[in-house]
């Protein structure tokens, strides 16, 4: 199906008899998850096991992400660590995938100092896999692929991790070059997949009974654009909200500047598009909003957020923020600890800026000591849990519909969900309704969940 069967053919051939077994861990955004699900898929059709043993594995792939410094550190420390392993089963092979291997200096580093790495796979060249694998076996020491930027995601097959909740990529790449992100150079420019190719597997996803439908792509409010017209993604959202079955559909994540009332829209009128939006800020300062890029100022920002407020007051929004961008100041950040609170998400994902080479914010004067930055970290996170908890007591008394996903790691007999706000809900409950929808009376309110009572219908 993707032009790799007589290369199969071989990998299973040169296996032979033998139960070969692969360990494929992902690192970073929901993007790269759904990448390696198709790096399993690839290994599933080359007779593949999996373990989460690495001693047990003939195979190991570490499918990794470049956003931040700290993730990249983290896969030279196990890459570091896997030359014992190697030394002592040599047919082991190690493959480094995904976004870190699209940056020439990392490809080099992992080249020149780390031997024990057999086989370097981009991001656009997951297809590319059974031919790498294949030389190895016959003896080609190292072998890399980066391939350009394509769209492979229809030809690969895949495996997925959850048996009711989907991620379905919608587009690739980015075209916003974001002053401080690393993405559109690992990732290369946006490409929009055929909406009638996400429109059938999310109808196939449906049909199997999949309750979770998650959308993804770096910016997909401008979905569509490369695409003449053809569709955008408000229309998409509603496509599939037309799709029969009974699911929730998120998606992540929206840049500000593309957030239109078409959207804002879609998502109130569709009942299968949860009433929840990801809208990364990354600054309360509009001088930093500037420096960063991002085209839309704090008060535009705001503008959005009252737009959607207008129609529901208690709708539910998270945000990405980025602490201790270059030379942000004392008035910068706390012109993000008043957007926080002006406001009032239910959860922030917040990270320390982390210098990524080959941007332009890499190039900016930063006068800012690490210890202020960390501080300044502090504090957000201090300001948020408060405003957490205080904001997630609106649902006290509601029911809310939850798809409950595990089992809670806190309280004995109870279970932990997601409601359609995407807030964490526990409730007490038997492992047996673990991927169905639960009505949830909520009774209290955390600074990181709410909890409640099984109402059963
Ligand atoms: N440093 C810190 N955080 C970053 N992000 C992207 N690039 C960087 C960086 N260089 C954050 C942004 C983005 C999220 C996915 O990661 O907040 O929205
Ligand atoms: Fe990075 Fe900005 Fe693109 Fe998001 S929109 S992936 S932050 S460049």
Redesign the pocket.
């Known amino acids: 199906m993707n032009g790799n069967s007589e290369i199969i053919s071989e990998i299973k051939a040169y296996y032979g008899e033998h139960r070969h077994t692969a360990l494929v861990r992902s690192f970073g ?1 929901q993007l790269n998850v759904s990448d390696g699900e198709k790096i399993k898929g690839l290994l599933s059709e080359m007779g593949f096991g999996f373990t989460e043993d690495e001693n047990e594995a003939d195979l190991i792939i570490l499918n990794t992400c470049a ?2 410094e700290s993730a990249e550190d983290r896969v030279f420390g196990i890459v570091g660590s896997m030359k014992k392993l190697k030394e002592t089963k040599p047919s082991l092979i190690i493959g480094i995938a995904g976004c870190m291997t699209a940056q020439s200096h990392i490809a080099e580093k992992i080249k020149r100092s780390y031997p024990q790495v057999d086989i370097v796979l981009g991001t656009s060249a997951i297809s590319g896999l059974p031919a790498l694998l294949m030389d190895r076996l016959r003896g080609v020491r190292y072998g890399e692929d980066i391939a350009e930027y394509g769209d492979f995601s229809a030809a690969v097959p895949q495996i997925r991790e959850s048996s009711f909740k989907a991620s379905v990529p919608i587009m690739f790449g980015c075209n916003n070059f974001c002053t ?3 993405v559109p150079y690992v990732r290369g420019r946006e490409r929009s997949r055929r909406p009638e190719d996400i429109i059938a597997e999310v109808r196939e996803l449906a049909a199997k009974g999949y309750k979770e439908i998650m959308l993804l792509g770096q910016n997909v409010n401008s979905y569509g654009s490369d695409l003449g017209g053809e569709m955008s993604f408000p229309q998409l959202l509603r496509e599939i909200n037309a799709i029969d079955g009974d699911f929730i559909v998120r998606f992540m ?1 929206s840049h500000p500047k593309d957030a239109s009332d078409e959207l804002i829209d879609a998502i109130f009128e569709c009942d299968k598009v949860a009433k929840h939006l990801h809208l ?1 800020v ?1 600054s309360g300062s509009s001088e930093v909003l500037r420096r960063m890029n991002r085209r839309y100022t704090a008060e535009k920002y705001l503008s959005i957020v009252d737009r959607i407020y207008e129609r529901d007051p208690d709708f539910s929004l998270t945000t ?3 602490v201790g961008f270059p030379d942000e100041s004392d008035e910068d950040f706390q012109a993000t600890i008043d957007l926080i609170k002006r406001v009032k998400y239910d959860n922030i ?1 917040s ?6 080479s080959g ?1 332009k ?1 890499a190039e900016m004067p930063d006068g800012t000591s690490e210890e202020v930055k960390g501080q300044r970290m502090r504090e957000l996170l201090e300001v948020q849990r408060e405003i957490s908890t205080e904001h997630y007591k609106r649902f006290i008394g509601r029911t809310m519909r939850v798809l409950a996903d595990d089992v809670s790691k806190k309280k004995k007999g109870f279970l932990t969900g997601k409601s359609s706000e995407f807030i964490i809900v526990e409730f007490e409950g038997e492992p047996s309704l673990i991927g169905s929808f639960v009505d949830v009376e909520i009774t209290g309110a955390m600074n990181w969940a709410v909890v409640g009572r099984r109402i059963e219908s």
């Open positions: 955004c956003v931040r401080y992100c690393i994540s990364p990354q990405d923020i980025i994902y990270f320390i800026y982390s210098k990524r941007t914010a």
